[in-house]
């Protein structure tokens, strides 16, 4: 399975972010429930929002334009993703990482130290972290709500299968096997999908739905704002033992290129045994989790000696919020500067969480979007100061502890 664990890319021309594809699932109906905690094993719908932000390209960019302000982030909103929750650990299907989940609700990631959140008892959660790709410095923020699927929401055994799904206009095909209520699928002949597919919920009647938007923006200062936004969404339906069909339509919105694609339908019937051979067959969702799982447990472990404890376990202190920052670099001063900008990077997430949590309309200047304004608002608010900071000889990293006081 193809793992992509920060999708934001290093190379950032001067105006614009370059991003990979991703995709999503959604449309699930299970009832909430009032406390999640502790999660049980089974089932979950993994509504996300992720949020990359290339926050050394945006420091780097800076510094030689004097100090302007600038913003480089790529949002990616999924809906009705499925995941599973087994053991104290949740699979992330979009990044192919397991999270680590207590009693509480605790997040935390064996295989990347900086990653830190919380489940709610709602089901609400957010986690934050950071990742080097080709040398630079990246942060994510995942915010979201996990929703139980047990088997009362799920389509039954019927609706078990392989499917041969063609689009008559492209020629499109897809390969989707159906179980246990769940949808995987995989493209046929040489056509190869622009992300790594996961499950979606096939609902009791046989409907399913799944949707995407990738929205990038870049800010230069007063210079340049550019905000666009990519997506598609497709619905469909399984009759059992006669077929499925599926619509699929892609849009995008901003810089004056607002469109909506023609549908494009994909229509199909179950297969013959033997028709393709078992390798095209997509994996089904516990053979798809399993070797996942796998694949996570099997990536390089970090060595937390090498990291001061307050990192590790961030203090806590009536009043006061806490970040921690990190940066492998040879130069200390740009280790530094480096580690503090990406730890009042995860202090500006926090403080946009509270305005977005506690502000029931945000009004919305002209010319200016909601979610730039909190943006705006946040930074107006950071006043921190550095109450630790030390520098790893033997790594070559920095690690910064920012404290602010909550207003």
């Not at 959140?117 to 790709?133: D, M, P």
């Not at 399913?208 to 340049?224: A, H, K, P, Q, R």
């Not at 053979?287 to 447990?297: C, E």
């Amino acid at each position: 399975m193809k793992r992509t664990l920060f999708p934001i890319t290093a190379a950032v021309c001067t105006a614009a972010l370059v991003f990979l594809s991703c995709a999503s699932q959604g449309g699930a109906q299970g009832g909430r429930q009032a406390n999640l905690l502790p999660l049980s094993n089974g089932w979950y719908q993994y509504d996300t929002e992720r949020t990359f932000k290339g926050i050394e390209d945006e420091y780097t960019m800076s510094l030689s334009l004097g100090g302007v302000q600038v913003v480089q982030e790529v949002t990616y909103k999924y809906t009705g993703v499925v995941t599973n929750f087994a053991d104290g650990a949740l699979y992330d299907p979009v990044t192919g990482i397991e999270l680590l989940v207590d009693s509480k609700g605790n997040i935390s990631c064996a295989e990347n130290v900086s990653i830190r959140g919380a489940v709610h008892r709602n089901g609400s959660f957010q986690w934050s972290g950071f990742h080097e790709e080709h040398g630079r410095l990246n942060s994510i923020l995942v915010k979201g709500t996990l929703m139980p699927l047990p088997a009362s929401v799920r389509a039954g055994r019927e609706f078990d299968g392989v499917y041969h799904m063609t689009d008559q206009g492209t020629g499109s095909q897809q390969l989707v096997k159906i179980s246990d209520g769940f949808y995987t699928w995989t493209y046929l002949g040489d056509e190869i999908a622009p992300f790594t597919p996961w499950p979606t919920l096939i609902h009791p009647d046989g409907v399913f739905s799944f949707g995407m938007d990738i929205t990038t923006v870049v800010e230069i200062g007063d210079l340049s704002r550019m905000n666009f936004t990519n997506g598609f969404s497709s619905q469909g339906k399984v009759i059992p033992g006669q077929g499925i069909s599926m619509e699929e339509v892609t849009r995008s919105a901003g810089m004056g290129n607002d469109r909506e694609s023609k549908p494009q339908i994909y229509s199909g019937t179950t297969i013959r045994s033997g028709e393709f051979p078992n390798e095209a067959i997509p994996a089904d969702i516990d053979s798809m989790v399993k070797n996942g799982r796998t694949t996570a447990r099997a990536a390089p472990k970090p060595d937390r000696a090498n990291y001061p404890s307050w990192y590790l376990n961030l203090p806590s202190k009536a009043g006061f919020t806490y970040a921690a920052g990190e940066k492998t670099f040879a130069d200390q001063n740009t280790a530094f500067a480096m580690a503090e900008v990406a730890a009042a990077a995860q202090l500006a997430d926090q403080i946009m969480a509270r305005i977005q949590s506690t502000s029931t309309e945000v009004s919305n200047n002209a010319g200016t979007t909601i979610e730039e304004h909190i943006r705006s608002e946040a930074l107006q608010r950071l006043n921190y100061r550095v109450a630790e900071r030390t520098y790893n000889e033997k790594t070559n990293t920095a690690f910064v502890l920012l404290e602010m006081e909550i207003n």
